[in-house]
């Protein structure tokens, strides 16, 4: 079945390392692709998209993410995190295919810093 | 009221009962959407109604019934639920249909968080 895999289902950090959130996609063609974020208690909400052009987006906190084409990827990256950033994080797909309104999310990562 | 806002927050029901949630967006946005979030699930989307029209139904069983009466107002009515059916139901909104294929960023409610005795 076509789907969204996010492998690491909890990271814990220091404040100050960097992180790598791996997100894998099966779908073939093209793909818009999302990173959410809930913080404790609040609304999901966009950390950053790809759409096409640089295949290395930037969105807010520090935060950016890289599309592999090739290895169906978009991993989302920050290079010292802050015990801010403790959440859950969801990567998210839409298959151009299907018209830009269906989103398929992973499964999500739940992210701990440790001050 | 900005953004996209859910009643109640909490809801607990019997299998028996009827209720219903209720989502409202502020943002001008022509499209809404219903999800299921479960613990160590993906989000599980429901329903999509597009300009009023629902344009998916995901397999969603009867005893789930969506009400869209106006591009910012949607309604899911509850009725004879399960004790899986106990999850977060998330409403999201986002103006669809741009063109070229531009990203469609969903803009998401708080959430209900169900339980069904």
């Known amino acids: 079945a076509q789907s969204v895999s996010q492998h690491n289902h909890h990271v814990i950090l220091s404040e100050a390392a960097s992180l790598e959130l791996g997100c894998n996609y099966s779908?073939?063609?093209?793909?818009?692709l999302f990173w959410y974020v809930q913080y404790p208690g609040q609304h999901l909400q966009l950390l950053l998209k790809?759409?096409?052009?640089?295949?290395l987006v930037k969105g807010i906190k520090g935060f950016e993410a890289e599309f592999i084409k090739s290895k169906f990827s978009f991993n989302l990256r920050k290079p010292s995190v802050q015990w801010s950033d403790t959440a859950e994080y969801f990567c998210a797909v839409n298959p151009l295919r299907f018209g830009n309104e269906k989103l398929t999310f992973g499964t999500g990562t739940r992210l701990t810093i440790i001050p | 009221e900005t953004g996209v806002t859910q009643t109640p927050r909490h809801l607990v029901m019997g299998m028996t009962n009827k209720k219903s949630l209720k989502c409202e967006q502020h943002l001008g946005h022509n499209a809404m959407y219903w999800y299921k979030q479960s613990a160590k699930k993906p989000l599980e989307l429901m329903f999509v109604y597009n300009f009023k029209e629902q344009t998916e139904n995901n397999s969603v069983p009867s005893r789930f019934s969506p009400e869209c009466p106006n591009s910012s107002h949607l309604f899911l009515h509850l009725h004879t639920l399960q004790p899986e059916d106990s999850a977060l139901y998330l409403c999201?909104?986002?103006?669809?249909?741009?063109?070229?294929?531009?990203?469609?960023?969903?803009?998401f409610g708080p959430g209900t968080r169900l339980t069904v005795l």
């Open positions: 790809y759409f096409s052009g640089d295949p």
């Open positions: 779908y073939g063609g093209t793909v818009n």
């Open positions: 999201a909104s986002s103006q669809a249909g741009t063109s070229g294929g531009a990203p469609n960023e969903q803009f």
